[in-house]
């Protein structure tokens, strides 16, 4: 089930930049993580950039330098910049929350559906 709407992917060419954008609804309160993730045929998901436990911003090691985490709090939304873009980096691309569930009254995880990522010439 898709919970969180995402935009911004595409065709690009190495070198090339392009900014993900990832919508959270806005009864959504005490987040624990926010993020991107990413998954390449063949490989395993993994957390691209994101805030953890809280606070902790982190990157993968493999984008430091190139890509950028940021928030929008105001409305609600949070976003990956990526700029110097290597074919390596082509895959679809997640974004995700961890937060409390108030109702459940207990953590709960939403993910966008994914937007497809290529860097290619």
């Known amino acids: 089930q898709v919970q969180l709407v995402e935009s911004g992917g595409g065709l690009v060419q190495p070198g090339g930049s392009l900014t993900l954008s990832c919508a959270v609804p806005e009864y959504i309160r005490s987040i624990y993580d926010m993020g991107w993730h990413r998954q390449a045929p063949g490989k395993q998901r993994e957390l691209v950039a994101g805030?953890?436990?809280?606070?902790?911003?982190k990157y993968v090691d493999s984008v430091k330098g190139r890509f950028t985490f940021f928030r929008d709090d105001a409305n609600n939304k949070m976003y990956l910049r990526m700029n110097s873009l290597k074919p390596e980096d082509t895959a679809v691309y997640y974004c995700h929350v961890n937060f409390w569930n108030y109702v459940l009254g207990q953590r709960e995880d939403y993910w966008g559906q994914g937007t497809q990522v290529t860097v290619s010439s």
């Open positions: 805030v953890l436990n809280g606070g902790v911003l």
